[in-house]
């Protein structure tokens, strides 16, 4: 799994999920924006995230 490099807004991370799982980018952010509005670690899992998931590699 990478950050994606086209749909990204921050860092890339729901980008890269939806390109792992073969979603939709905006499917993927309404899911943990619903998700990080209950109590849990979702602003932390997503920080993590981006620090340990590499970019996804350019494509020349």
């Known amino acids: 799994m990478y950050r994606s490099r086209q749909h990204r807004m921050l860092a890339g991370v729901c980008g890269g999920l939806a390109d792992r ?3 939709s980018p905006t ?5 943990w924006l619903i998700l ?3 109590p849990g670690p979702m602003w932390v899992v ?5 620090i340990l ?3 996804e590699p350019k494509k020349y």
């Open 21 to 23: 799982f073969g979603l």
């Open 27 to 31: 499917l993927v952010r309404v899911l």
């Open 36 to 38: 990080s509005l209950f």
């Open 46 to 50: 997503y920080v993590v995230m981006w």
């Open 53 to 55: 998931v590499p970019e």
